[in-house]
């Protein structure tokens, strides 16, 4: 493997981020990574967490398609549309009903409580299964330029100097990168206004707010744009 | 007060989840039988051509963005200035298809997402084809992306002219 190939795949992973079609995802990623504001380790194990789930699932879909399962037969275009078409349409739902647990919203309104107040509290208080899985989610949730990237560029790359590990790992970690950069500069920035009105915790309360609401308004997002085929879009 | 709004938002939002899980439910079941009828009709009312032909699909998803729909755009624009006369002549044929509802093109040129395919096609029968997966990372550079598509496509309109 040469450089060349790392560097192509942290490129890819960055490419596949800050294009606009995964914005709502990213975004929501951000806030939940960024929200402990006032704890730095925090952030940055929050951020870490967050890129092993897009790692893992990154991994997964590359073992799959470059041969470890061959009796599957699966040709990457039959798992790039499949989980374009299913994963899509879980999203939507899942960021609402995730939303929801930050803002302890389930288990008021559900007399037969569906999700215990300790889930409740362990997905508020973000914890590593949490934040993984979340990583897991979205990298499994394929948008054009993302499968393009990844289908498309990324396993080939893989497929050519026989990584089946290093470079989806790597392209991973890029596509996590700019997620963290920007949850960082939240955290920092958060903790910045709240020092000097002397309120830090105060702040975290309110942005913690605020990352449900995100999920909330995201899920609604990929609702109407995958399930109810709105175009919200130009 | 402010519990009671905050339940009834709980409410509305548990309801709205609920009614697109049954929608998105529904929307599958409905779709895969469109296309098990479809299928059946296409490959009858199939019909025989003569010569050579190079059919160029734009293949997109059912949801579009904002760089599939740049793609598309610049495809269409190179057919139209570079191989307007070919068009003209009905050599090439340029073709728009959701790949997610045509799931029998999709799998034929294995689509993993938006790109473009240049299909070489003799008397109405495919001969040779290249699927345009690097279009994504050419997609901001249009000089590459112009010369990458176009010997693509030269690539089969130049052998079906020399004949």
């Known amino acids: 493997?040469?450089?060349?190939?790392v560097g192509t795949a942290v490129w890819l992973g960055v490419l596949t981020s800050i294009s606009p079609c995964?914005?709502?995802s990213n975004i929501a990623a951000i806030s939940f990574v960024g929200r402990h504001v006032g704890n730095h380790r925090r952030v940055l194990l929050s951020g870490v967490l967050y890129a092993l789930g897009r790692v893992i699932a990154y991994i997964a879909v590359g073992a799959i398609i470059l041969g470890a399962f061959e009796w599957l037969a699966l040709s990457s275009g039959d798992?790039?549309?499949?989980?374009?078409?299913?994963?899509?349409?879980?999203?939507?739902?899942?960021?609402?009903?995730?939303g929801m647990l930050l803002l302890e919203m389930l288990g008021i309104s559900f007399s037969v409580c569906l999700a215990g107040e300790g889930v409740q509290r362990k997905a508020g208080q973000g914890g590593v299964f949490w934040t993984t899985g979340l990583g897991f989610l979205f990298a499994l949730s394929f948008c054009p330029v993302s499968a393009?990237?990844?289908?498309?560029?990324?396993?080939?790359l893989s497929a050519r100097h026989g990584s089946q590990l290093v470079l989806p790992t790597i392209y991973g970690v890029g596509t996590a990168l700019p997620?963290?950069?920007?949850?960082?500069?939240?955290?920092?920035?958060?903790?910045y206004v709240g020092?000097?009105?002397?309120?830090?915790?105060?702040?975290?309360?309110?942005?913690?707010?605020?990352?449900?609401?995100?999920?909330i308004l995201a899920g609604i997002y990929y609702s109407l744009a995958h399930i109810y085929g709105v175009s919200l879009m130009g | 007060m402010k519990i009671d709004a905050k339940k009834l938002l709980a409410k509305l939002l548990l309801a709205f989840v609920?009614?697109?899980?049954?929608?998105?439910?529904?929307?599958?079941?409905?779709?895969?039988?469109?296309?098990a009828g479809?299928?059946?009709?296409?490959?009858?009312?199939?019909?025989?051509?003569?010569?050579?032909?190079?059919?160029?699909?734009?293949?997109?998803?059912?949801?579009?963005?904002?760089t599939c729909n740049s793609i598309e755009a610049m495809t269409a624009k190179l057919i139209d200035s570079a191989f307007a006369d070919a068009k003209q002549a009905g050599k090439l044929v340029w073709k728009e298809v959701d790949f997610q509802e045509n799931e029998d093109l999709a799998k034929r040129y294995d689509v993993v997402s938006s790109c473009i395919v240049v299909v070489h096609q003799r008397d109405g029968k495919q001969v040779a084809f290249q699927r345009l997966d690097d279009v994504w990372l050419l997609a901001d550079k249009p000089q590459q992306f112009n010369e990458y598509v176009a010997k693509a496509i030269l690539a089969y309109l130049g052998g079906g002219q020399q004949q």
């Not at chain 1, 493997?1 to 190939?5: E, G, R």
């Not at chain 1, 997620?179 to 903790?191: S, W």
């Not at chain 2, 490959?43 to 963005?65: F, L, N």
């Open chain 1, 179 to 191: 997620v963290i950069a920007f949850a960082f500069l939240i955290a920092f920035a958060g903790e």
């Open chain 1, 79 to 98: 798992v790039s549309r499949f989980l374009q078409r299913y994963i899509n349409l879980v999203l939507g739902p899942a960021l609402i009903l995730i």
């Open chain 2, 18 to 35: 609920l009614i697109s899980i049954g929608f998105a439910i529904g929307k599958e079941v409905t779709l895969r039988r469109v296309q």
């Open chain 2, 38 to 66: 479809r299928s059946d009709v296409a490959s009858a009312t199939q019909p025989a051509e003569q010569g050579d032909k190079v059919v160029i699909y734009y293949m997109h998803a059912t949801i579009r963005c904002v």
């Open chain 1, 22 to 24: 995964p914005l709502a």
């Open chain 1, 1 to 5: 493997m040469t450089w060349y190939a």
């Open chain 1, 195 to 215: 020092k000097a009105f002397n309120r830090v915790s105060q702040i975290e309360k309110w942005v913690r707010g605020v990352t449900g609401v995100i999920f």
């Open chain 1, 148 to 156: 393009g990237l990844y289908f498309g560029a990324l396993l080939p």
